[in-house]
């Protein structure tokens, strides 16, 4: 969704020449009309989104707490975050290890699942659906099974693993495993939309073109990695840009999992915001680390633009 | 590729299971795949403690799938076949705030519904998502930009007005990027957490998932009962997904492929 919508739109021309020739009564009315079809959308992105992100950077910069009389403070909620926030880097340090691991992982996997839900089986369909299941389940009951999953004692994991002799961790009150228990989770509930996508792109690859490759003597690794996955790199492209700015804004599953714990092992960026505000009633800080947030997801989004032509191909 | 799939599906399949033991053997190791004795009771008695908050998440999926669609419509097709001053700005201006983190702008909101007296009321968990529909405006902008101009000419000649050709004749052509978006639609609204967590101070408002995070504190220890619990939640999109697969699938390939 974002990364079509981050194309600019191109100058109608043929739109302004259209309109130049019409008298101005009937503009007024196509004016009018127009507006009326629009102006509730724009309103709406007027008044709930934009009014309030510049409210926000004047919030920030205050110590608001949404009953008290804000006092200006200009950067200093800034400053303590950087300066005297050890929670801040932990939940940062935390969100960059999720989101690389989430985003590497799901694309690559999701990669491997679409070249195998691509074969022409009977019954495909019915593994196409269980991969992307996990995608349209709420995050609390996924957050429940895995849970139980990972009980300490009596978790399915640990019980097969005493079978064979081995005694398991409590892998969500480990600081040890903890980040990385809740990152199988996310990968596993995230996979099905690479691969829903990767498919898609699979199935728009002109057919002749890996025949011609076959003639040609290659092999069907080598037409894999030379013909397949060039041809998917617009997809590729897209995914990495959607799926960090989903990552980096991960809150359900740590939400439901582990509050953020043990000892912020799994604290993430959102849910630092989330205690400042509705823990804490910080509000003015709350709003400077959406601030941040929103520089630096802006700020990677932009580098990845920068590196598109790079590594992306396309056709035409 | 079967033992890949079962592997994936090893967390549902449990879920599953468990919720139809009875309690004692829920905890057993070795563990059981198959219950002993099929409790489906357990499913009856999670329905009864769900049922207000089943009613809720449907009240605000029906909301904000039906006026969403009607408003990202209307401005789809606006944006797609009419002419009128500021169009590009005002395209730009919607599409600028696809990009824009929704944590930049809670707590303005937050206070700003607070101000409305919408604080513990069902509004700000539809009324700002049907104003905002940017994908949804965006795909059925393309969609309305694929039917051929005769239909819409023909209707012009036969007198009717702009409203009248935009809801009789072009909005059954794009039926298909409706229910596209009416899926993705309902399945963020179903499976919104944080904005209930937030907006939401009662319990008899609370939706399915929250009510279900709630539940483990203070309705159940029963994991069975939990677990048929989580069943009933994620049943609703679960079928509609397997109903509306084609859509679903269009609807998520067009959010990515046709730039």
Redesign the interface.
Known sequence: ?????????R??TK?KR??AGTPPRRRRR??????L??G??????????????A??LV?SLTNWS?LNQPKFLGLGNYVELFRADDTFYDSLRNTVVFTIAVVASTIMLGLGLAV?CNQKVKGI?I?R??????V???????G???F??YEPD?G?FN?TL??IGIDGPAWLSDTRTALVAVIVVAI?QGVG?PM??LL??LQ?IDQSLLEAATVDGATAWRRFWSVVVPLLT??LF??TI?QF?SSF?V??II??MTSGGPNNATSVF?FH?YEA??GHGR?GY??A???V??II??FV?AVQWKLEKRWVHYDN | MHFLAVVFALPMLWMVSASLKPENEVLRTPPTFIPTTFLWSNYTQAADGLLPFFLNSVKLASLNVGFLLFFAALAGYGFARLDFVFKRTAFALLLSTAMIPSMVYLVPQYMLFREMGWIDTHYPLWVPNVLTPVFGTFLLRQAFRGIPNELEEAAKLDGASVFTTFWRIMLPQVKPALAAVGALTFMASWNDLFGPLIFLNSTRLQTMPVALALFKGEYFTQTNLMMAAATLTILPPLLLFLVAQKYFVQGITMSGLKG
């Open positions: 969704m974002t990364a079509t919508a981050l194309r600019p739109a100058p109608q739109t259209r309109t196509q004016n009018l009309a127009g507006w079809f629009v509730p959308v724009i309103f709406g992105v007027l008044f709930f989104q934009l009014a309030p992100v409210a926000s919030v949404g195998l369909g593994f659906t269980l991969y992307y299941s996990p349209v389940t709420n995050v609390v009951a996924i429940f099974v895995w139980w999953l009596n399915l019980s005493k079978t596993w939309y829903v996508i898609a792109g728009s617009p997809s897209f995914l959607t700015i804004q809150f359900g939400y439901v959102i915001i505000a509705f509000l709350a709003s680390m959406g601030w947030l929103f997801v802006g989004t």
